[in-house]
């Protein structure tokens, strides 16, 4: 792996990764943020459409939470950290 391009394709991948679980983590942010300050206003405005309980729809909303962090370390933050490794490897 010592050529420059895939060096500078990995690079940019790398970049492009962090970014992507940057914007991941501030989406998990929204809906935490959701979740704990509009849970009611969710509530009542969900419940004219679906015939959900509160407790079903504070499942609903923990798994989208789970959901988020799982997608986030598994396609953005763990191969960002590999690629970054591997660099660093190459590098030295």
């Known amino acids: 792996m010592s050529d ?6 990995f ?17 998990l942010l929204l809906t935490v943020g959701v979740f ?6 969710l509530y009542r405005l ?3 459409f679906f015939d959900l309980s509160k407790h079903e729809l504070d499942l609903i909303l923990y798994c989208c939470i789970v959901l988020i962090e799982i997608i986030v370390l598994l396609f953005f933050l763990i ?9 660093r490897k190459v590098k030295s």
């Open 11 to 27: 690079d940019t991948l790398a970049k492009v990764l962090l970014r992507c679980a940057v914007f991941g983590i501030l989406l």
């Open 79 to 87: 191969p960002w950290l590999a690629i970054r490794l591997v660099l």
């Open 46 to 48: 969900n419940s004219n």
């Open 36 to 41: 704990i300050f509009a849970g009611d206003t």
């Open 4 to 9: 420059s391009k895939t060096t500078d394709l």
